[in-house]
């Protein structure tokens, strides 16, 4: 069979995106517009987005830089704190600002500080997104210091959500960036009437954990949760080629400048923004299912999500090129290394 040259999907979302703010916003916003026509925005800022004021305010700072016609939406969550006002999230959800709740476990990641300290203290809120079915998106790693940091996602599993879903058995959840065969299993088992859905990252699903010591300690691979074993990658690859409604894209692109990265104690978070369907185009290319690529870039999480799909289409070529060393003052990943797979310019905003 003669290889396939030229792929073109209905257009993609992001359903996991780290936007930042100011200068780094204006740095890294375009590479997500030219290939997105939404994005769910996380919320950890400096200080946390907690309120409907400073996430329409955000939203409104994210909306000015997108250029007129570009078809662009940002979708905003809230951060869940242990003081969380339920009654403010169920108003932004009502008004059509707040799509989500992140919940980040206290000092499990980047500005996570404010995080909840135990689930049990956020119980009026599950309740709340129950009754809405609004999704809660979790980020899923214990923080015991004791726990092997390989396994705080495996054990999550059982500790947290677990028990979640089974106090809540209507609430809606997305696991965020799986990285282990046990979240693939633990999706799987859990995610019959559309309650518990997963996004997959390009990066997870193209670099195992050597490649954060591959000739040296590499900081632009280091991310949390952190790249397991490559027996977790296929599986990933096998979830997110599957086809299956609970797996879809997103690409938990975090950047952090350079100089926070290059450090001793450096930022989890890659930036894979500037080739991020490119990304995911190389593996399912290598896997043999670009014909699955357009259900779980495009079609997955509009359906998890209750939201339509999208108008229009992006269209990607084989055709190699190499990533820029910088983008502002981020190294994005794959930092002058090649692309196998090329955008070609000009999203159609048309109905396919
Ligand atoms: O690697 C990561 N970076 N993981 C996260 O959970 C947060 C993110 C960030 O905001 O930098
Ligand atoms: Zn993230």
């Known amino acids: 069979m003669s290889p396939i040259n030229s792929l073109t999907l209905r257009r993609p979302d ?4 780290h936007l930042r703010d100011g200068a780094l916003l204006r740095a890294v916003l375009p590479a997500t517009v030219e290939r997105f026509a939404r994005a769910i925005v996380m919320p950890n800022l400096r200080p946390p987005v907690t309120t409907r004021a400073e996430a329409a305010a955000y939203r409104d700072r994210i909306l000015a830089l997108v250029p007129p016609g570009a078809g662009f939406q940002p979708l905003m969550t809230c951060y869940a704190t242990d003081d969380i006002d339920a009654g403010q999230v169920e108003a932004g959800w009502r008004e059509g600002l707040f799509v989500a709740v992140k919940l980040y476990p206290a000092h499990a990641t980047t500005n996570s500080d404010h995080g909840v300290t135990d689930p049990a203290r956020i119980r009026p809120l599950l309740e709340r997104l129950q009754r809405l079915g609004m999704p809660l998106l979790v980020h899923g790693e214990v ?6 940091i390989f396994d705080r996602e495996a054990v999550f ?3 947290v959500l ?13 696991l965020e960036h799986v990285t ?4 693939v299993a633990f999706v799987r088992a859990h995610a019959a009437g559309g309650r518990l859905g997963a996004t997959i990252t390009a990066h997870h699903l193209l670099i195992n954990r050597n490649a954060l010591f591959a000739g040296g300690l590499r900081p632009h691979a280091y991310c949390l949760p952190v790249a397991k074993r490559e027996r977790h990658r296929q599986a990933l690859i096998g979830a997110a080629t599957s086809g299956e409604p609970a797996f879809f894209l997103g690409t938990d692109s975090a950047p952090h400048p350079v100089a926070a990265k290059e450090s001793a104690c450096g930022c989890a978070g890659l930036f894979t923004a500037p080739a991020a369907l490119e990304l995911y185009v190389e593996v399912f290319d290598r896997a043999g299912a670009l014909d699955r690529l357009e259900t779980f870039a495009s079609l ?3 359906r998890f999500y209750r939201l339509p799909v999208n108008d229009g289409t992006v269209t990607l070529e084989r055709a190699a090129w190499r990533m820029a060393e910088v983008v502002g003052d981020v190294v994005p990943f794959r930092a002058g290394e090649t692309i196998a797979w090329r955008l070609v310019p000009g999203a159609s905003l048309e109905t396919p």
């Open 14 to 17: 992001d359903w996991h995106l």
């Open 180 to 183: 282990t065969a046990e979240a």
């Open 162 to 174: 677990a028990p979640m879903l089974a106090e809540f058995p209507a609430l809606r959840v997305v």
């Open 143 to 148: 923080t015991d210091p004791e726990i092997d």
């Open 300 to 302: 997955n999480g509009p």
């Open 157 to 159: 599993l059982e500790r």
